[in-house]
């Protein structure tokens, strides 16, 4: 029998993990983290960084409002799930401190300075014992987002200091409180109005309360606050590294008893929702906008409506957030206070909506991110969109398939076979062709040739030649047209896959294509889709048949199309005649190459030449265009990975296009893999382009987003992530198979130049290897000493002991640290080829298994052999070490800079977390590091998963290394595992000794 004490935590435990992982915001519900508990972020606002979104608020407790603990941290990747990080800003034990326990911190918002690269928080402070008199704000900074912060200071803004929109008038009144005993009468607000507090306050600097942080489009942040006796708002500018204020403040709706400050900016203007004074109890909302951030501020009505507006729906704003990933979308996050049980303080997330250009809220139970009109990340963060984007693993052949199966199974589950042959669902079907033989899946094979039994083997029907046209046009008459003929593409295929060779399959596109080429005319491929949907068929039918008419034919055509449309200066296609630069111009006076159509052509191409004879006379001059091709669509990619639908006037059609962009991808990769593209050339193009395919245009049912949709004019419709089309999804699948091939041939193009896979039994093979001894580097604990490593089951292992060495250099006095420590308390050992094998470029692999107890900083690094460090350069293949008590995995590089043994550092470091949370036994297990180091780049690795990318464009030493690129010299391999020091923590005597052990070191170099 269940007891009521069971029963009741039997029905907590079900609300609390049935509650998670959600889809949706529940307004003034039990909001759970991952740990099934509450969500303890109160007056909190939220800092998206590096793509996720970092949630800080007051931590509250059951019976007090005061700060107990201190300011939470919390992290989602969705809004709707939420990670606890912990405390980012404890309280202080220490009575004296300004954030003593028991103090109050109210409304802390965090914001990221891109200059110092530290995160900065500002809150509310009131000392402890002292209730609200002080009114301060207290600032803390910290490396890494989630903390621990340290408190810097608390103050009040601007002593000594008039806000700039108080006049001289006001300025030069002599206004005393003692003068105006009586609140709230006309002579009172007159002279609140003219300074009174300001005055009151100006030696000592404004009250501040209530508060929000806000960084503007130019990186100027500011402070928004409550002030003067809650009386009236303050908006103050920020120091450049955003410590402290520059002397630049306003003042806002004075007298008007605002609080609880939320600023967003739409389209120029500026908004803020704030609230009335009443202490805990909820009010209705006050509007406020402003077309410069620190001129005039106009007042407005309450912008919430309906059941509950005049009380903010029982709650108070706190903060406003833009989301991500979607065009003017903001979520209005409040507080529901309750002062009588604080912990259980509830959170109100409404969605912003605008009517007449004004922000309006309205009461919902339930909603999520689908209310917000869909739409791109373009004008939002393209800053961390092409940090995200470009800075990923790479791709796997058998991840490369699985995508392609993950797309083709959706498409073909939901779209039936019998369909019509016209171009879009053909284009289609020439992707599912690909797909078919990279996977060998039989089901592609089948629905295709359903597909074409269900047509007949034929495109346009019509039977009579007298009446065939070839002009723009769907009935069966337009036999001719273009878009009727790209069918024969995969007939011929199937054709060829055929064993019987059945020559049905393929009669009606011979009687069409030989009757065409019978004619006079050469103008059938008057617009630029034409060449992708025709070119292929000749060569194809030149293949079946060996017809040369076909070739002959093929460029006869090819030459109209070309002198109508292509644009040698540039070197792209326009869509057709009508739109030939000058006569037509977009309306920024540019030329207007249409994406898709370019993407038909540059595809076309690749198509073609995959068939074409080696020894065809017109061959060099399709190879000149499509190389043309690749270098113009190279310097018009945009720092996302897509092209825009206009590809020389973004600003003409903003947002992501996905046909365009896949079937470019598809070309660049066909073109590489075949050798008539240079890799180091394109690497970073093609892995920008699949990034946005993959990361951004392909949706997680395998739906492919963002394709426009059919019409000749880049700027019409609108699209999102749920925007598809068959022609499109065809695109990425001719993208998909040529990138599982290219990632095959990632490795193929390497060959191993030396290995040291550590069989020898006992020691280390000293003709490769030599031996670092006593104390190097960092004020690092342990004695490096040789016979810390041995050999053993074909593994090398460095052993770290706990055991007292003697230093035999020990000198009391001197300055060194490596001299004035009588002993070292523990032993380790560092290997390097120094002098003995060296590298320039190539592929580098180690498998290795580290040791992750505390103090141990186990690192595989190389250093370049010229130069002393840092101009000789430095890279961190691994490093393992706690920052801010955390451990992190780092992957770095570093160089010279203008000061002697200063770097200049491009380092990612990883929480550990993220490959324990994954799998707990990470640990336990081997793992493979890995550098892709070639002229122009040096990315690295964990098991596959791309850590960090550093462009050797941006490399140069300082004056110290003689601006010299330390990265275009050889390189010897260090592996090593200290203990303590400068970032290895304090040592876990109990876990010694450690064992970092290596299973092999491998180079490879480009054949």
């Known amino acids: 029998m269940i007891r009521l004490r069971e029963l009741l935590l039997f029905s907590w435990c079900f609300v609390s993990f049935s509650a998670f992982p959600q889809n949706a915001f529940n307004p003034g519900k039990l909001w759970l983290d991952d740990t099934g508990k509450h969500i303890n972020a109160h007056g909190g606002g939220v800092l998206f960084f590096e793509g996720k979104y970092y949630w800080f608020g007051e931590h509250k407790g059951e019976n007090s409002n005061n700060a107990l603990v201190g300011v939470t941290c919390y992290s989602s990747g969705n809004l709707y799930d939420w990670k606890n990080e912990g405390v980012a800003l404890p309280v202080s034990e220490d009575k004296h401190s300004d954030i003593a326990k028991g103090c109050i911190i109210e409304r802390p918002k965090v914001i990221y300075n891109p200059k110092t690269k530290k995160f900065v928080m500002y809150f509310h402070l009131e000392l402890k014992g002292k209730g609200y008199e002080a009114a301060r704000v207290g600032i803390a900074v910290s490396d890494n987002i989630t903390g621990k912060y340290k408190f810097v200071k608390s103050l009040r803004p601007n002593a000594g200091i008039f806000p700039i929109n108080m006049t001289e008038e006001q300025k030069s009144k002599k206004l005393k409180m003692a003068d105006f005993p009586e609140w709230w009468t006309p002579e009172w607000y007159s002279a609140v109005n003219d300074g009174l507090f300001v005055q009151r306050d100006f030696e000592t600097g404004q009250m501040s309360r209530d508060m929000t942080l806000y960084v503007d489009d130019d990186g100027k942040a500011y402070h928004i606050y409550s002030s003067e006796d809650n009386l009236t708002l303050q908006i103050a500018e920020l120091s450049d590294d955003f410590l402290y204020y520059t002397g630049k403040y306003i003042r806002i709706a004075s007298g008007g008893h605002n609080e609880a400050p939320a600023i967003f900016k739409k389209d120029g203007k500026y908004f803020m929702i704030t609230s009335g004074c009443t202490g805990w109890n909820p009010n209705a909302a006050r509007l406020f906008t402003a077309d410069n951030i620190l001129g005039e501020w106009t007042q407005h009505p309450n912008p919430c409506v309906g059941k509950g507006a005049d009380l903010t729906f029982h709650s108070q704003s706190t903060f406003i957030l833009p989301v991500q990933g979607k065009k003017d979308a903001f979520i209005f996050m409040a507080d529901r206070w309750k002062p009588e049980n604080p912990i259980d303080g509830r959170y109100i997330w409404l969605p912003i909506e605008f009517e007449n250009g004004l922000p309006t809220l309205k009461w919902r139970d339930q909603w999520d991110l689908s209310v917000f009109p869909p739409t791109d990340l373009w004008e939002n963060n393209r800053t961390t969109t092409l940090e995200v984007h470009s800075k990923q693993k790479s791709v796997t052949k058998a991840e490369a398939i699985a995508l392609v199966k993950k797309v083709n199974d959706f498409w073909q589950v939901s779209h039936i076979a019998e369909a019509t042959p016209f171009w879009h669902i053909a284009a289609y079907h020439t992707g599912n062709m690909a797909a078919y033989k990279l996977t060998g899946d039989k089901k592609y094979l089948e629905y295709s040739e359903k597909w074409a039994e269900h047509n007949k083997w034929r495109g346009a029907t019509s039977d009579d030649k007298s009446k065939w046209k070839y002009n723009y046009g769907e009935t069966p008459e337009h036999v001719l047209f273009g878009d009727w003929q790209i069918c024969f593409q995969t007939y011929v295929d199937l054709y060829e896959l055929d064993n019987k060779k059945d020559t049905y399959k393929i009669a009606r596109a011979c009687e069409v294509m030989e009757y065409e080429m019978s004619t006079p005319a050469n103008d059938y491929w008057w617009w630029a889709d034409g060449l992708y949907m025709v070119m292929p068929v000749m060569t194809k039918l030149y293949k079946a048949t060996e017809n040369p008419l076909y070739l002959e034919k093929l460029h006869e055509y090819f030459s109209f199309a070309k002198n109508r449309m292509y644009d040698k200066e540039e070197g792209l296609f326009f869509r057709d005649a009508q739109y030939v630069y000058p006569e037509h111009k977009t309306p920024n006076g540019k030329k207007d190459f249409w994406a898709r159509g370019n993407g038909w052509v540059f595809a076309g191409l690749a198509k073609i030449l995959q068939d074409l004879p080696e020894n065809n006379v017109h061959r060099s001059e399709y190879i000149k265009v499509f190389t043309n091709f690749a270098k113009a669509l190279k310097a018009a990619q945009l720092p996302e990975g897509y092209w825009t639908r206009s590809l020389l006037d973004a600003d003409f059609v903003q947002g992501y296009e996905t046909s365009g962009t896949a079937f470019f991808t598809y070309a660049y990769l066909w073109g590489v893999n075949n050798g008539l593209l240079e890799r180091s050339e394109y690497q970073q193009t093609i892995d920008k382009a699949w990034h946005y395919l993959t990361g951004i245009a392909l949706q997680a049912d395998g739906t492919v987003g963002y394709v426009q949709p059919i019409g000749e004019r880049a700027d019409q419709h609108v699209v999102n992530e749920r925007t598809t089309s068959d022609f499109g ?249 200290a203990i303590g020091g400068d970032n290895g923590g304090t040592p876990d005597d109990a876990a010694f000794p450690l064992q970092y052990e290596v299973d092999y070191v491998r180079v490879f170099q480009k054949k």
């Open 729 to 977: 999804v065809g695109a990425f699948l001719l993208a998909a198979t040529e990138m599982a091939r290219f990632a095959e041939n990632n490795d193929s193009d390497y060959q191993l130049v030396w290995s040291e896979e550590f069989n020898a039994e006992d020691k280390v093979d000293t003709a490769v290897w030599n031996f670092e001894h006593g104390f190097v580097r960092n004020n690092e604990d342990q004695w490096y000493q040789e016979d810390n490593t041995f050999c053993k089951n074909g593994v090398l292992v460095i052993e770290a002991r706990k055991e007292k060495v003697t230093n035999p250099y020990y000198e009391a006095s001197h300055s060194d640290w490596r001299r004035n420590r009588p002993f070292a308390e523990y032993t380790s050992a560092s290997i390097n080829t120094r002098g003995k094998k060296g590298f320039q470029y190539g592929r580098f692999e180690i498998r290795a298994k580290i040791p992750t107890a505390s103090g141990a900083w186990p690192a595989i690094w190389t250093l370049g052999k010229n130069m002393p460090w840092p101009s000789n350069g430095e890279i961190d293949m691994m490093e393992y070490y706690p920052i801010k008590g955390i451990p992190h995995i780092l992957a770095n590089v570093a160089w010279g800079t203008e000061q002697p043994n200063k770097a200049k550092w491009d380092s990612q470091t990883v929480p550990f977390s993220k490959f324990t949370d994954k799998d707990p036994n990470w640990a336990n297990k081997f793992h493979v590091w890995r550098m892709d180091w070639d002229e122009n780049a040096i990315r690295l690795y964990l098991d596959d998963e791309f850590l960090n990318e550093t462009l050797l464009s941006e490399t140069k030493n300082g004056s110290i290394g003689n601006y010299t690129n330390p990265f275009r010299q050889s390189h010897y391999i260090l592996l090593n595992l």
